[in-house]
């Protein structure tokens, strides 16, 4: 894995990501880039700072509904996009 690639340029860009590491860790960077509180982060997306936490460092897999929160939460959406190598 070499990370999640980054789609566009500057503040908005998007990123393609491949699996579950590589989503945390964009969702992680967009985090640290907003310099958003764990606390915040846990108040926007309805979970506890704690499990945030978990999500963050890998420790526990968010549900896919976690895992929508928490970037809505961080100002992304998900989005499902055909992959350019399947027929």
Known sequence: ????????????AGYLMRDHA????ALGAARDARRLSLATVGRRSGHTLQRISLWLRGDQVPRADGLFDLAHALGYDLALIPRKDTP
């Open 22 to 25: 590589e989503v945390i860790a």
């Open 1 to 12: 894995m070499t990370g999640p690639e980054q789609v566009g340029p500057g503040p908005l």
